[in-house]
């Protein structure tokens, strides 16, 4: 059992953060030369910030994606992006960027809060029985 100590918000918030991280690594880190490792970098870094978008968490503008849909996807954004340089064969250049933030997603999707945090109370009515 994996304990999930993140919460929807805060990962709402880390998605935004890490989404603009990836956008912006390429040049404050210097490997907009080594394309394969910009464009990777790059493309999932706007998939990050349009799937945070579309998430029906507290972040989510659109809530069109479930929160276990999306925790998936930083899950499989994660395993990709840290195997991308010895995928792509670009980890003679740079790897390290990737390495880390992949397994940050990786951390991320496996420790947050799947479930709503607004407490659902049953009526009384469905409680006592009395629903006819």
């Known amino acids: 059992?994996?304990?999930?100590?993140?919460?929807?918000?805060?990962?709402?918030?880390?998605?935004?953060?890490?989404?603009?991280?990836?956008?912006?690594?390429?040049?404050?880190?210097?490997?907009?030369?080594?394309?394969?490792?910009?464009?990777?970098?790059?493309g999932l870094g706007a998939t990050v910030l349009a799937m945070s978008m579309l998430t029906n968490y507290e972040g989510g503008i659109f809530k069109k994606i479930a929160m276990s849909t999306h925790l998936w996807g930083d899950l499989f954004i994660g395993?990709?992006?840290?195997?991308?340089?010895?995928?792509?064969?670009?980890?003679?250049?740079?790897?390290?960027?990737?390495?880390?933030?992949?397994?940050?997603?990786?951390?991320?999707s496996l420790l947050t809060v799947n479930t709503s945090q607004v407490k659902r109370h049953r009526s009384i009515d469905f409680v006592e029985g009395n629903l006819w």
């Open 79 to 108: 395993i990709f992006l840290a195997a991308a340089p010895w995928l792509l064969f670009f980890d003679n250049e740079v790897y390290i960027p990737h390495l880390v933030i992949g397994l940050f997603s990786i951390t991320a």
């Open 1 to 42: 059992m994996t304990i999930r100590i993140i919460s929807r918000p805060l990962h709402a918030v880390l998605d935004y953060v890490s989404g603009a991280v990836m956008l912006a690594s390429p040049w404050i880190l210097g490997f907009t030369g080594v394309d394969a490792a910009r464009n990777v970098m790059i």
